[in-house]
Nanobody
Framework: VQLQASGGGLVQAGGSLRLSCAGS????????MGWYRQAPGKQRELVAT???????NYADSVKGRFTISRDNAKNTVYLQMNSLKPEDTAVYYC??????????????WGKGTQVTVSS
């Protein structure tokens, strides 16, 4: 099982980016999917999560600016980031609780994607 994230880049303050993260491999179902971020010198922090039923949760710092969504048929989670601020600069990681056909599963992390917001 792999999670492959894409969509990071360099953007000016006030701009937008859309991150995507697709799960691949032996997947039976995915419960919660989410995005976390880690800025230099700081701990990894929650950005947003979404359940398979579409219930979302956001960090206070991104509420009203970021939107998380998912396509269950494609095992993919998205993060639309608008009104970006320099403090949003970080490596963004996707995360998912995955069940496999063999009954096993677990919590998986994708490789990060860099988001840099210039002032």
């Amino acid at each position: 099982v792999q999670l492959q994230a894409s969509g990071g880049g360099l953007v000016q303050a006030g701009g937008s980016l859309r991150l995507s993260c697709a799960g691949s491999g032996s997947i039976f179902s995915i419960n919660v999917m989410g995005w976390y971020r880690q800025a230099p010198g700081k701990q990894r922090e929650l950005v947003a999560t979404i359940t398979s039923g579409g219930v979302t949760n956001y960090a206070d710092s991104v509420k009203g600016r970021f939107t998380i969504s998912r396509d269950n048929a494609k095992n993919t989670v998205y993060l639309q980031m608008n009104s970006l601020k320099p403090e949003d600069t970080a490596v963004y990681y996707c995360n998912a609780d995955i069940s496999r056909p063999n009954g096993k599963g677990g919590n998986y992390w994708g490789k990060g994607t860099q988001v840099t917001v210039s002032s």
